[in-house]
């Protein structure tokens, strides 16, 4: 049964035929490609969001007719035809009286865009209200960043802000039948890992709107990541569906495009060139890497120390099957409560499959974890990681199985500022040891807790909650990632530098404390110095 009803949420639905969805790459051609390759910008993601000053036709047959020239100058010409996206000037200082969760939330509002006005020809695509960015670089909304973000704003009392991030995540999926990695065009061929459907409990929680009000949008989203699955036979995959041996589909991460991504291009190109594979083949891995949101991990590679070894298609994710598990589970209670008893009976049909599957395919019984899934090698990964606590987090695992993981979540993962993201350490990669990532913590505490594994839980929110006091203290600011050891040390790995600002962070970093209200971290107070992020 489909809802035909008017949305109930507050946005206009006939923007979508003003959304200007072309990206960067496909506008500007080969000046793009000139642009990245040339490094006009440090940072590739730095082209890709500027806003051009005039129609880009007439920017690319400007280009064209001077291009030739002897004395042509391309960072000239750029800067001469675009406007660099610049942050707004803040006053934000850290304030030495204030507590962590004091600095929390004062940072709420400079976090905050207002889409008031929309630059014309951008990457940027339009949304109705006001939305949390993450900070640095990433000056846009990202999916599965906001979940986190908004545990942190529903503790901090933001439930207008929660009210206009509901509505435009509904606005996405209703616009593009998805949720794009984050509103820019260069964004629209993947999504990030589901989490919609928790978002919607959370909605429901705070009183924002009830859950069963998105019961179209979680529909739309689901078909979005299912599409085809239905019709392959055992060993086929299509797109983020993958049919295993014995006939039983689960998930894969996937991009529509594969070529080198516009935010990272002359990185994607330098990983093709090491490959020695098909370059297509190498940019849509990379790709697919970044809609899992680890953007880059030993979890993907062939060689834990060669990005160019990456396999993410290849790979059926336990984590990411868990959350279509919690999406099909919620589709079907949210149609119960609609009446609608037959959609009821067939989500809970697939999501008892898809359970079954997990547990055949992602359940290593031997070892006692949750692994992924290697469906063209047709073998179990053998790289533990800490995606291994999701399916406690999301309620499927049983609870032997939730005991299992917890001791080897305790034997192996567990490191002196929380929970490790893998075991492999010198690989380069952001997404792996030493560094630890806020949504790791939260889905490891709150899945351990679901489980009666409190004790466990409490050390790595104790400890998780140390380390990013310690460097609120020295150095006043709150960042996107963290080492895993009591210092201050500044995490590395990856493509860019480490960003401060962080929207995930400061979600789940204040919703701990309130839970933990005599944690040390009550106690500490900012440095002196001023956060880089907020000078810009």
């Given at each position: 049964m489909t809802d035909t009803r008017q949305s109930p949420f507050d946005y206009d639905t006939r923007a979508v035929s003003t959304a200007d969805t072309l990206t960067p790459a496909d506008r500007y051609q080969e000046l793009f490609v000139a642009v990245q390759t040339q490094r006009v910008f440090p940072d590739s993601k730095t082209f890709v969001d500027c806003a051009p000053r005039q129609h880009p036709e007439r920017i690319l047959e400007a280009y064209r007719a001077q291009c030739g020239e002897p004395d042509f100058n391309l960072k000239a010409f750029v800067m001469e035809h675009f406007e660099l996206y610049r942050m707004e000037p803040t006053e934000f200082v850290a304030n030495p009286d204030d507590s962590l969760a004091e600095h929390i939330d004062r940072l709420w509002p400079v976090l905050t865009r207002h889409p008031r006005q929309h630059p014309e020809f951008s990457s940027l695509l339009p949304l109705p209200h006001d939305y949390v960015v993450p900070g640095g670089r990433f000056t846009e909304l990202y999916y599965w960043d906001s979940y986190f973000t908004m545990l942190g704003l529903d503790e901090s009392g933001h439930c207008e802000l929660l009210r206009s991030m509901a509505d435009n995540f509904a606005y996405l999926i209703d616009t593009y039948g998805h949720v794009p990695n984050g509103n820019r065009s260069y964004y629209l061929s993947r999504s990030q890992p589901p989490v919609f459907a928790l978002m919607t409990d959370l909605f429901e929680e705070t009183g924002v709107h009830r859950a069963s009000d998105y019961l179209p949008q979680l529909r739309k989203e689901h078909a979005f990541w299912t599409a085809g699955g239905e019709l392959l036979r055992p060993?086929?995959?299509?797109?983020?569906?993958?049919?295993?041996?014995?006939?039983?589909?689960?998930?894969?991460?996937?991009?529509?495009?594969?070529?080198?991504?516009?935010?990272?291009?002359?990185?994607?190109?330098?990983?093709?060139?090491a490959s020695g594979r098909p370059a297509h083949e190498v940019y849509r891995d990379l790709r697919a890497g970044a809609e899992s949101g680890w953007d880059f991990s030993s979890r993907w590679l062939g060689e834990p120390e060669r990005l160019s070894s990456i396999r993410t298609t290849h790979i059926v994710p336990v984590d990411l099957n868990s959350f279509l598990y919690k999406l099909e589970r919620q589709i079907a209670r949210l149609s119960d409560v609609k009446g609608w008893k037959a959609c009821a009976e067939e989500f809970r049909q697939r999501a008892d499959a898809r359970l079954a599957a997990i547990d055949r395919y992602l359940w290593n019984?031997?070892?006692?974890?949750?692994?992924?899934?290697?469906?063209?090698?047709?073998?179990?990964?053998?790289?533990?990681?800490?995606?291994?606590?999701?399916?406690?987090?999301?309620?499927?695992?049983?609870?032997?199985?939730?005991?299992?993981?917890?001791?080897?979540?305790?034997?192996?993962?567990?490191?002196?500022?929380?929970?490790?993201?893998?075991?492999?350490?010198?690989?380069?990669?952001?997404?792996?040891?030493?560094?630890?990532?806020?949504?790791?913590?939260?889905?490891?505490?709150?899945?351990?807790?679901?489980?009666?594994?409190?004790?466990?839980?409490?050390?790595?929110?104790e400890r998780w909650l140390s380390i990013v006091s310690v460097l609120f203290e020295q150095e006043s600011k709150l960042v996107e990632k963290y080492v895993l050891r009591p210092s201050a040390e500044h995490a590395g790995g990856g493509e860019y530098p480490l960003q401060d600002g962080f929207g995930w962070t400061n979600g789940v970093t204040r919703k701990l404390m309130q839970e933990d209200p005599t944690h040390q971290a009550h106690r500490c107070r900012a440095g002196q110095c001023r956060p880089e992020w907020a000078q810009r």
């Amino acid at each position: 049964m489909t809802d035909t009803r008017q949305s109930p949420f507050d946005y206009d639905t006939r923007a979508v035929s003003t959304a200007d969805t072309l990206t960067p790459a496909d506008r500007y051609q080969e000046l793009f490609v000139a642009v990245q390759t040339q490094r006009v910008f440090p940072d590739s993601k730095t082209f890709v969001d500027c806003a051009p000053r005039q129609h880009p036709e007439r920017i690319l047959e400007a280009y064209r007719a001077q291009c030739g020239e002897p004395d042509f100058n391309l960072k000239a010409f750029v800067m001469e035809h675009f406007e660099l996206y610049r942050m707004e000037p803040t006053e934000f200082v850290a304030n030495p009286d204030d507590s962590l969760a004091e600095h929390i939330d004062r940072l709420w509002p400079v976090l905050t865009r207002h889409p008031r006005q929309h630059p014309e020809f951008s990457s940027l695509l339009p949304l109705p209200h006001d939305y949390v960015v993450p900070g640095g670089r990433f000056t846009e909304l990202y999916y599965w960043d906001s979940y986190f973000t908004m545990l942190g704003l529903d503790e901090s009392g933001h439930c207008e802000l929660l009210r206009s991030m509901a509505d435009n995540f509904a606005y996405l999926i209703d616009t593009y039948g998805h949720v794009p990695n984050g509103n820019r065009s260069y964004y629209l061929s993947r999504s990030q890992p589901p989490v919609f459907a928790l978002m919607t409990d959370l909605f429901e929680e705070t009183g924002v709107h009830r859950a069963s009000d998105y019961l179209p949008q979680l529909r739309k989203e689901h078909a979005f990541w299912t599409a085809g699955g239905e019709l392959l036979r055992p060993g086929e995959a299509h797109r983020r569906c993958v049919c295993l041996a014995d006939g039983s589909v689960l998930n894969r991460y996937w991009d529509e495009r594969d070529t080198p991504r516009e935010e990272s291009y002359l990185e994607d190109v330098e990983t093709a060139r090491a490959s020695g594979r098909p370059a297509h083949e190498v940019y849509r891995d990379l790709r697919a890497g970044a809609e899992s949101g680890w953007d880059f991990s030993s979890r993907w590679l062939g060689e834990p120390e060669r990005l160019s070894s990456i396999r993410t298609t290849h790979i059926v994710p336990v984590d990411l099957n868990s959350f279509l598990y919690k999406l099909e589970r919620q589709i079907a209670r949210l149609s119960d409560v609609k009446g609608w008893k037959a959609c009821a009976e067939e989500f809970r049909q697939r999501a008892d499959a898809r359970l079954a599957a997990i547990d055949r395919y992602l359940w290593n019984e031997r070892v006692g974890a949750y692994f992924d899934y290697d469906w063209v090698l047709q073998s179990p990964r053998d790289n533990l990681t800490a995606a291994t606590v999701t399916p406690l987090f999301l309620h499927l695992a049983s609870a032997e199985q939730a005991g299992r993981v917890a001791e080897i979540v305790r034997e192996r993962l567990l490191a002196p500022g929380g929970l490790s993201t893998t075991e492999i350490s010198g690989s380069g990669e952001q997404w792996d040891r030493p560094n630890g990532w806020a949504p790791l913590q939260w889905m490891g505490i709150r899945g351990l807790q679901h489980y009666g594994h409190d004790a466990l839980a409490l050390q790595i929110e104790e400890r998780w909650l140390s380390i990013v006091s310690v460097l609120f203290e020295q150095e006043s600011k709150l960042v996107e990632k963290y080492v895993l050891r009591p210092s201050a040390e500044h995490a590395g790995g990856g493509e860019y530098p480490l960003q401060d600002g962080f929207g995930w962070t400061n979600g789940v970093t204040r919703k701990l404390m309130q839970e933990d209200p005599t944690h040390q971290a009550h106690r500490c107070r900012a440095g002196q110095c001023r956060p880089e992020w907020a000078q810009r």
